[in-house]
């Protein structure tokens, strides 16, 4: 049976949105916890975020405890393609055409995705096989499209709240598959999973 994605958005996005700030709070300083610690978590280079939105799970956590040597990049829309930059706060932004801020560099200073170690990105849903569900404009999906021939690197991590775990997303021909999720509560390595 086909799941409609638009509907399925919808109540994801719902149940993210209803969650009181103390439980967002703790959440985010878990999620930190949780990304640290996974196996592939870098100790240098360029690691990417994003500017938490919509009630998608935060990153100021994660950033603020990063090791000395990674640099934290957010993404950058520069056309029709996904690109990175360097971003610590303070840092001037603006504001993309979907209303998320992003880094206020010129083009020839941005990072192309491939240049990331770790890429976390925020899901609207996600699968314990790790299909996940973004905002529908395919973004990730074509920015990271080079990783259907290699798996890895960037390695790529999924954020969200426990609550935005479903039983199965179909996935298209064109999604690209996280090696990992964290929530709040818990991490899935799908690095061994069968796909």
Same mark, same amino acid.
């Given at each position: 049976?086909?799941?409609?994605?638009?509907?399925?958005?919808?109540?994801?996005?719902?149940?993210?949105?209803?969650?009181?700030?103390? %439980?967002? %709070?703790?959440?985010?300083?878990?999620?930190?916890?949780?990304?640290?610690?996974?196996?592939?978590?870098?100790?240098?280079?360029?690691?990417?975020?994003?500017?938490?939105?919509?009630?998608?799970?935060?990153?100021?956590?994660?950033?603020?405890?990063?090791?000395?040597?990674?640099?934290?990049?957010?993404?950058?829309?520069?056309?029709?393609?996904?690109?990175?930059?360097?971003?610590?706060?303070?840092?001037?932004?603006?504001?993309?055409?979907?209303? %998320?801020?992003?880094?206020?560099?010129?083009?020839?200073?941005?990072?192309?995705?491939?240049?990331?170690?770790?890429?976390?990105?925020?899901?609207?849903?996600?699968d314990s096989r790790g299909r996940r569900l973004g905002m529908g404009g395919g973004w990730y999906d074509r920015g990271f499209a080079f990783r259907h021939?290699?798996?890895a690197p960037p390695w790529l991590v999924g954020a969200a709240f426990s609550t935005q775990q479903v039983?199965? %997303?179909?996935?298209?021909?064109?999604?690209?598959?996280?090696?990992?999720?964290?929530?709040?509560?818990?991490?899935?390595?799908?690095?061994?999973?069968?796909?």
């Amino acid at each position: 049976m086909r799941v409609d994605r638009a509907a399925l958005r919808r109540e994801l996005r719902d149940r993210r949105r209803a969650l009181p700030a103390s %439980i967002r %709070i703790a959440a985010a300083d878990a999620l930190a916890a949780r990304l640290l610690a996974l196996p592939f978590a870098p100790s240098a280079g360029y690691v990417a975020g994003y500017w938490a939105m919509d009630g998608e799970i935060a990153l100021h956590s994660w950033q603020l405890k990063l090791p000395s040597d990674c640099v934290y990049c957010l993404p950058v829309l520069d056309g029709d393609t996904l690109r990175f930059a360097p971003w610590r706060p303070g840092d001037a932004l603006v504001t993309n055409r979907y209303g %998320i801020p992003e880094p206020d560099l010129s083009p020839t200073s941005l990072l192309d995705p491939a240049q990331m170690a770790m890429v976390v990105m925020p899901l609207t849903g996600f699968d314990s096989r790790g299909r996940r569900l973004g905002m529908g404009g395919g973004w990730y999906d074509r920015g990271f499209a080079f990783r259907h021939e290699a798996p890895a690197p960037p390695w790529l991590v999924g954020a969200a709240f426990s609550t935005q775990q479903v039983d199965e %997303i179909e996935p298209a021909h064109w999604d690209v598959t996280l090696d990992a999720a964290c929530t709040e509560s818990q991490t899935f390595d799908f690095r061994m999973a069968d796909a």
